[in-house]
């Protein structure tokens, strides 16, 4: 964690103060009415120990009150929750008994047809009024550094934006020194020395059945003693085995780029700009595509995660079979639930097999658990693809044409209500065609050569060309209830060819990511992409820093004329 993190993060007893904001509402003032919705009443409170028929909830009494140089007329619930923000404490009480009168300092909301009121004046509000203010708290985590490049940066009094300080501060070159540090500390040699005690035990403890029934595991064990033997550590050492195979497999893969160009005071616009500047030439030490990101770090570290994974999936077999081999040391409620789910072990026997073999791993396409795990069929896990690291570099992933250089796309974003299904989602389309408002307000439509913005038509005038021209006369960039944006293209059909049967596509417009399925003349052919619309000057951005700089001048006029 320290490495990860900060040197601080464990031996800190401090803890950071955090800046939140809140939003404290109210009535921004009350006007005699003689309407019969007027329930308000002017009134003096005490405090009320609890509620009864003559007090009122400090929810319906209202208080003149100066917040943030705003004058208007928050409730005493909204009052105390404010006082605990700003002082760690409330001065006011939960209930409180009213008399009227016409010189009290306090509106009450009264929902009554009580006669008596008909002597005083009743008030209804204007309208709701309220104020931002911002206040400090304790954060739940230990004390985190502040980098010196980061010490003149308001982010610093924000746990979240000062963590992602710490991070980029210790791991500027990538995680894989992080987690290589993490590894080593989880899985030492006394980790080691450890499993091999767990696979030498040959007896067992007795757990007496009042120590089941004091923590309440009768429902899951029963009521007679239990002994833990081997079979329980070892289940305690396939779970570890677990964690550690899934960071052996992402220590395979190569997670360093250079990050250094991100320190800098996040809120100092000069900063930025020079940042934003010196990228405006492309440089390959932070482009993820060429600084081998994502890329094959380490096939020891790939074939050993397969190994404890199967390994992992072995000892769970041998718990399992150690258990029925010796029911009388188990509660016969455990061993007959075992019997029952036999044909998981089949499955995890399949699941090691294929593991070892780089085989499929064939899931039950039925209702429930089959009476036999599948042998064949088209619902499976590749394990042979997904122990390949060649399978998840990012080329595999960010649509690229022959040089290596994302595909940049012009497409028409917008949000469609389902009047069918009462649902709201999100689609996303490749756009041959570009139209804006220019600075008279007036409908501009035009025709591109193609979606992609290196695209070039019959005169030489490439895509991106046209939609700076369109950008330079439009009154804004994007167009918050749907237009025309640039986006990246992203690629599944990896994940696909992996999880293969596996409605992948459902699961991701659930997720709300819109998943279009390739052509039949594609190369990938029934399998799914999807436009991630990432802005116009972000994708402006991108374009320009892999075509080395080819739109700079249009891009820094376009950011001092917008």
């Given at each position: 964690?320290?490495?990860?993190?900060?040197?601080?993060?464990?031996?800190?007893?401090?803890?950071?103060?955090?800046?939140?904001?809140?939003?404290?509402?109210?009535?921004?003032?009350?006007?005699?009415?003689?309407?019969?919705?007027?329930?308000y009443?002017?009134?003096?409170?005490?405090?009320a120990?609890?509620?009864?028929?003559?007090?009122?909830?400090c929810?319906?009494?209202?208080?003149?009150?100066?917040?943030?140089?705003?004058?208007?007329?928050?409730?005493?619930?909204?009052?105390?929750?404010?006082?605990?923000?700003?002082?760690?404490?409330?001065?006011?009480?939960?209930?409180?008994?009213?008399t009227?009168?016409?010189?009290?300092?306090?509106?009450?909301?009264?929902y009554?047809?009580?006669?008596?009121?008909?002597?005083?004046?009743?008030?209804?509000?204007?309208?709701?009024?309220?104020?931002?203010?911002?206040?400090?708290?304790?954060?739940?985590?230990?004390?985190?550094?502040?980098?010196?490049?980061?010490?003149?940066?308001?982010?610093?009094?924000?746990?979240?934006?000062?963590?992602?300080?710490?991070?980029?501060?210790?791991?500027?070159?990538?995680?894989?020194?992080?987690l290589?540090?993490?590894?080593?500390?989880?899985?030492?040699?006394?980790?080691?020395?450890?499993?091999?005690?767990?696979?030498?035990?040959?007896?067992?403890?007795?757990?007496?059945s009042?120590?089941?029934?004091?923590?309440?595991?009768?429902?899951?064990?029963?009521?007679?003693?239990?002994?833990?033997?081997?079979?329980?550590?070892?289940?305690?050492?396939?779970?570890?085995?677990?964690?550690?195979?899934?960071?052996?497999?992402?220590?395979?893969?190569?997670?360093?780029?250079?990050?250094?160009?991100l320190?800098?005071?996040?809120?100092?616009?000069?900063?930025?700009?020079?940042?934003?500047?010196?990228?405006?030439?492309?440089?390959?030490?932070?482009?993820?595509?060429?600084?081998?990101?994502?890329?094959?770090?380490?096939?020891?570290?790939?074939?050993?995660?397969?190994?404890?994974?199967?390994?992992?999936?072995?000892?769970?077999?041998?718990?399992?079979?150690?258990?029925?081999?010796?029911?009388?040391?188990?509660?016969?409620?455990?061993?007959?639930?075992?019997k029952?789910?036999?044909?998981?072990?089949?499955?995890?026997?399949?699941?090691?097999?294929?593991?070892?073999?780089?085989?499929?791993?064939?899931?039950?396409?039925?209702?429930?658990?089959?009476?036999?795990?599948?042998?064949?069929g088209?619902?499976?896990?590749?394990?042979?693809?997904?122990?390949?690291?060649?399978?998840?570099?990012?080329?595999?992933?960010?649509?690229?044409?022959?040089?290596n250089?994302?595909?940049?796309?012009?497409?028409?974003?917008?949000?469609?209500?389902?009047?069918?299904?009462?649902?709201?989602?999100?689609?996303?389309?490749?756009?041959?065609?570009?139209?804006?408002?220019?600075?008279?307000?007036?409908?501009v439509?035009?025709?591109?050569?193609?979606?992609?913005?290196?695209?070039?038509?019959?005169?030489?005038?490439?895509?991106?060309?046209?939609?700076?021209?369109?950008?330079?006369?439009?009154?804004?960039?994007?167009?918050?209830?749907?237009?025309?944006?640039?986006?990246?293209?992203?690629?599944?059909?990896?994940?696909?060819?992996?999880?293969?049967?596996?409605?992948?596509?459902?699961?991701?417009?659930?997720?709300?990511?819109?998943?279009?399925?390739?052509?039949?003349?594609?190369?990938?052919?029934?399998?799914?992409?999807t436009?991630?619309?990432?802005?116009?000057?972000?994708?402006?951005?991108?374009?320009?820093?892999?075509?080395?700089?080819?739109?700079?001048?249009?891009?820094?006029?376009?950011?001092?004329?917008k």
């Amino acid at each position: 964690m320290n490495a990860l993190f900060s040197p601080d993060w464990l031996e800190a007893t401090e803890y950071i103060k955090h800046e939140d904001e809140d939003y404290i509402y109210g009535y921004k003032d009350f006007t005699t009415s003689t309407s019969s919705y007027a329930r308000y009443y002017k009134a003096n409170i005490a405090p009320a120990a609890e509620d009864s028929s003559n007090t009122v909830s400090c929810w319906y009494v209202y208080k003149k009150a100066t917040i943030e140089g705003k004058t208007f007329y928050p409730s005493l619930d909204a009052l105390a929750r404010y006082e605990e923000d700003i002082n760690g404490s409330s001065s006011y009480s939960r209930y409180y008994t009213y008399t009227l009168d016409e010189n009290g300092e306090y509106y009450v909301y009264i929902y009554s047809s009580d006669e008596s009121l008909a002597s005083h004046q009743a008030y209804d509000y204007e309208e709701y009024d309220g104020v931002d203010y911002i206040y400090y708290k304790k954060a739940m985590f230990s004390t985190l550094s502040v980098p010196d490049w980061f010490k003149n940066s308001p982010f610093k009094n924000y746990f979240g934006e000062l963590l992602l300080a710490n991070i980029l501060n210790g791991n500027s070159n990538g995680l894989n020194n992080a987690l290589d540090d993490l590894y080593n500390v989880l899985f030492s040699s006394e980790y080691e020395d450890a499993c091999k005690k767990i696979d030498a035990v040959t007896g067992s403890v007795k757990i007496p059945s009042r120590v089941i029934d004091d923590f309440g595991l009768t429902e899951i064990v029963g009521t007679s003693d239990v002994k833990l033997g081997k079979a329980e550590l070892a289940l305690i050492k396939t779970s570890f085995n677990i964690l550690k195979a899934t960071i052996e497999y992402a220590q395979s893969y190569n997670l360093n780029s250079d990050l250094s160009f991100l320190k800098f005071n996040w809120a100092d616009k000069d900063e930025a700009m020079k940042v934003f500047e010196k990228y405006l030439q492309y440089d390959a030490s932070i482009d993820p595509l060429k600084n081998g990101f994502m890329s094959q770090r380490s096939p020891e570290k790939m074939a050993a995660s397969k190994e404890h994974f199967a390994s992992a999936v072995s000892d769970l077999i041998a718990a399992y079979d150690d258990i029925l081999k010796n029911t009388t040391d188990y509660p016969t409620a455990l061993t007959e639930v075992l019997k029952e789910y036999k044909v998981l072990r089949e499955g995890a026997v399949q699941l090691q097999t294929a593991i070892t073999n780089g085989g499929k791993f064939y899931i039950p396409e039925t209702d429930g658990l089959p009476d036999s795990w599948p042998a064949s069929g088209s619902l499976y896990i590749d394990l042979g693809k997904l122990f390949d690291a060649s399978n998840f570099e990012l080329k595999n992933f960010i649509s690229c044409d022959k040089n290596n250089i994302p595909r940049i796309r012009n497409v028409y974003s917008k949000y469609i209500y389902n009047s069918n299904t009462d649902e709201e989602y999100f689609t996303v389309s490749e756009a041959k065609k570009y139209v804006y408002y220019d600075n008279n307000g007036e409908e501009v439509e035009i025709s591109l050569p193609d979606s992609q913005l290196s695209a070039v038509d019959s005169t030489g005038k490439k895509t991106v060309d046209y939609l700076i021209d369109a950008y330079k006369n439009a009154r804004f960039f994007d167009d918050d209830d749907g237009g025309y944006t640039l986006a990246l293209k992203i690629e599944w059909h990896n994940l696909e060819k992996i999880f293969a049967g596996f409605d992948f596509a459902s699961f991701m417009n659930d997720c709300g990511i819109e998943m279009m399925e390739h052509s039949a003349s594609s190369s990938n052919a029934g399998y799914h992409f999807t436009h991630v619309p990432i802005g116009v000057l972000p994708g402006l951005y991108v374009y320009n820093f892999y075509h080395n700089g080819e739109i700079a001048d249009d891009i820094k006029a376009l950011i001092a004329s917008k």
